[in-house]
Nanobody, 119 residues
Framework: QVQLVESGGGLVQPGGSLRLSCVSS????????VGWYRQSPGKQREMVAL???????NYADSVKGRFIISRDSAKNTLYLQMNSLKVEDTALYYC?????????????WGQGIQVTVSS
């Protein structure tokens, strides 16, 4: 069973930065895709940033130019560098890893970590 453990969340003022980390129990390079999602109260979970093949990235329009997804294969860790944070970035952030097996997606999720942007 894959385990994903997030860390690095917390309270930050608008305009500040945070870096989220997600440590995987499996080699992070074996997944077809890894990424970050977030969910705010009363809203559906939304994609924030995805990485496929270790280099192909995709970002939500709302975070482009401010967030950067990266990974450290030696540490089996996925990162999300969040800069110029806004109040609307406040959410529970989830790490995700996906394997495609016979064209079927198998998703694994972390427990979620809170990011609060407030003055």
């Amino acid at each position: 069973q894959v385990q994903l453990v997030e860390s690095g969340g917390g309270l930050v003022q608008p305009g500040g930065s945070l870096r989220l980390s997600c440590v995987s129990s499996e080699s992070i390079t074996t997944f077809n895709r890894v990424g970050w999602y977030r969910q705010s109260p009363g809203k559906q979970r939304e994609m924030v940033a995805l990485m496929a093949g270790g280099s192909v990235t995709n970002y939500a329009d709302s975070v482009k130019g401010r967030f950067i997804i990266s990974r450290d294969s030696a540490k089996n860790t996925l990162y999300l560098q969040m800069n110029s944070l806004k109040v609307e970035d406040t959410a529970l952030y989830y790490c995700n890893a996906r394997w495609n097996v016979e064209r079927r997606p198998y998703d694994y999720w972390g427990q979620g970590i809170q990011v609060t942007v407030s003055s």
